[in-house]
């Protein structure tokens, strides 16, 4: 049972911005977004998380929608070391468990 | 932070025998985690490993096939026992170094092939 629905590809162009959707509708108060990504022959790696507030760091931002249903990944310039599988990831804050759903395998193009 | 390496990288072995995978942490961790990721697919978690106390498994995963060791703080070991074809995957471990269920960090993964 999955908790979220990702676009299984995408693509986009280097140096522009690359949005990744996430929809997590039953999402319950206590859970937290989470964004790994794996680039190939490599392990996960942590992006970001957040509860309900936009979240930035040096990486990428979050965008958390009002009512928590969805949320979008943002990238701010892709580059072609962003290549990779972006896995969105719904965990309850005392969860230590980490579920990871099939992800959205982005490709940046020159 | 959390600086994580696996031994063997990769190896080729035939059914029938087992594998050691070795995880040692550049610091000391209470909660270690394995994970499989089988061709093409997602990762699962396989178990969760704290020192101290024997290792959780998740549903579809047992001990006497996967048995995991944690004598200290920074290592962790994964036999992968009477190996078969079908557990040909990438196993990676991975700490939470917070403890407070934040970012996990994850090591660069042992690939094996089972022949």
């Known amino acids: 049972d999955a908790k979220t629905t990702q676009p299984p590809s995408m693509d986009c162009a280097e140096g522009r911005a690359a949005n990744l959707p996430c929809n997590h509708s039953?999402?319950?108060?206590?859970?937290?977004v989470y964004w790994y990504r794996q680039i190939h022959s490599q392990g996960p790696q942590y992006i970001i998380h957040g509860l309900k507030n936009n979240e930035t760091n040096e990486m990428a931002s979050l965008i958390i929608t009002e009512d928590r249903k969805s949320s979008t990944l943002i990238l701010p310039h892709a580059t072609l070391r962003d290549t990779a599988v972006y896995y969105c990831i719904v965990r309850g804050g005392n969860d230590y468990k980490l579920s990871f759903g099939a992800g959205t395998t982005v490709t940046v193009r020159a | 932070s959390a600086v994580i390496s696996q031994k063997p990288s990769r190896d080729i072995c035939q059914r029938g025998t087992s594998l050691t995978i070795q995880c040692q942490v550049d610091s000391q961790v209470t909660m270690m985690f394995w994970y499989r990721q089988q061709p093409g697919q997602s990762l699962t978690l396989i178990a969760t490993?704290?020192?101290?106390?024997?290792?959780?498994?998740e549903s579809g995963f047992v001990i006497d096939k996967f048995p995991i060791s944690r004598p200290n703080l920074t290592f962790s070991t994964l036999t992968v026992s009477n190996m078969s074809p079908e557990d040909s995957s990438i196993y990676l471990c991975?700490?939470?170094?917070?403890?407070?269920?934040?970012?996990?960090?994850f090591g660069p993964g042992t690939r094996l092939t089972v022949l």
């Open positions: 490993a704290n020192q101290g106390s024997e290792a959780t498994y």
């Open positions: 991975s700490v939470d170094p917070s403890g407070i269920y934040n970012e996990q960090f």
């Open positions: 039953t999402i319950s108060g206590n859970e937290y």
